[in-house]
């Protein structure tokens, strides 16, 4: 055997070297690959990741390859290149969001007549049917709701109903009585639009649009409530991950309509003891990256009754910033979701469960 010619302490300082040198070109990489991650939001391209591109790169360094490394080592190292050059792009991408706290530092609180909500405010209590069904509907749980202090009332006119056969609501009837009975009782209205070509009514009606949770994908839904000019609450769709739901709320802003709610309401696992699962880490993690309000909509985070209270009270120690609940005088006999509004018997326990967090009079 050859004695080695170099020291091992040689060898290593050579080896620092290039080290150093493998940076700098790591970070001149970085610097390039940065530029094409901004160019391609430029684009309004959301998704970065591009696999023909990496698959390119990899064959062309494969040939390129003599050794000693396999071109197995050579591909897993670039691989991880890839990944890290990827979460640079994102990440960078994330900053430009307007939804950001990185852009916006502050929490963006809205005023709607007088009715604040998100940062310093107190949580809010939306509360109201799941659909209008009739006036006196409307005007018993209006009354019973403002006389409590609620200041949103809520309401469907238009239902997205899982059968095409199931009621599908009071259409533009519906939306004129939701907001004569709001305005009567000094509440604000809240209901949900479905449909682009329906949102310059329902914001003739309403003082908050709802995109729901099956449309949080309609891009175009989104971009006409973004370019409406009232407040918008966001459910986050059933499957949708946290980055969907910001991104959602993204096409809204870019619309020039900052006015945003996001509002958490569970989303579709494998557990069957509850309709779905409220995923209250969303909502700490929303209020952390993002810089707007977000609520939690407990009816449908579990879809039973029994566990509103403490749902709601779990939701407002991660910082909820209001809780939105379906009220209805007679749940038994109402047109949906039977199985989770809350009579008004139920709705007294409920709220008087949460005083203490709501930081209100929330009796008579
Ligand atoms: O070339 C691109 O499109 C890039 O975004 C850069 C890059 C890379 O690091 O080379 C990063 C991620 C993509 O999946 C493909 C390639």
Redesign the pocket.
Known sequence: MTPPTRSIEDLRAEVDQINRELLKLLSQ?GAV?AQ??HA?TQEGRPN????A??DQ?LKELEALNEGPFTSAAVKMIFKE??KA??DL?ESNDKKQLLVSRKVKVEDTVLDIDGVRIGGDAPPVVIAGPCSIESEAQMEQTAAFLAARGVKILRGGAYKPRTSPYGFQGMGVDGLILGSQVAQANGMLFVTEVMDTRDVEIVAEHADILQVGARNMHNFALLREVGRARRPVLLKRGLSATIEEWLYAAEYILSEGNPEVILCERGIRTYEKWTRNTLDLSAVALAKQETHLPVIVDVTHAAGRRDLLIPLAKAALAVGADGIHVEVHPSPATALSDNEQQLDFEGYERFIGALQGQLKQPVGV
């Not at 970065?48 to 696999?51: A, E, L, Q, V």
């Open positions: 990489r690959v094409i991650g391609k970065h990741y591009d696999p591109r990496e790169q290149i890839f050059s990827l792009e």
